[in-house]
């Protein structure tokens, strides 16, 4: 119940705004030695032993959004990776003429014909920051959300973008003490966010 009214509560209320966003593409799921010999083989047998985003068939592809000057991130769950799936969301977040930082995955590259100020990082290639280019809000939300959702041991597929969506809450309202953080937890079960939006 509480993951799911912070699920309608980071749906409803995050605003598309002009600013910095790091886009970026994580996969969540158990790491390959830890299956056992019997899935691995059936995995390989199916070609889905794959690394990269080629996991994609055995793992949980979330699409992640860090704005710089909040230090907020927004997350979406995805089914693939490619530029038809990413525009529109990158779309529903920032506002045109946004600076939108990124690694340079094919599924960004129609960005600045949308009208978005695009940058890249060429990850492939050992470069990880030029300048203000870079993707480390968002690569250190990654690490810090895998490291707590690993204590779940198991999520059921259809409880994915609730337990995504307190990963999310988690490190968003990260500045707030723990009592804090509680209080804000009973404002958005009361729906007390919705009156002040209407």
Known sequence: ????????????????????????????????????????????????????????????PVFGIYKRNEGKVYLRLINDFDTDTLEPIIEEIADKESEIFSDAWEGYNGLAGLGYIHSRIAHGEGEYVSGRVHTNGIEGFWGLSKTNMNTYKGIRKNNWKFYLKEMEFRYNYRGLTFEEQVDKIIEILMGKWKEVRC
């Open 1 to 60: 119940m509480i993951r799911e009214a912070l699920f309608d509560y980071s749906e409803a209320t995050w605003k598309r705004e002009e600013g910095i966003y790091e886009a970026d593409e994580a996969l969540y799921g158990g790491r390959w030695k830890n299956f056992k010999k019997h899935i691995k083989g059936l995995l390989r047998e199916q070609g889905k032993a794959k690394r990269g985003r080629g996991a994609k068939f055995r793992k949980q």
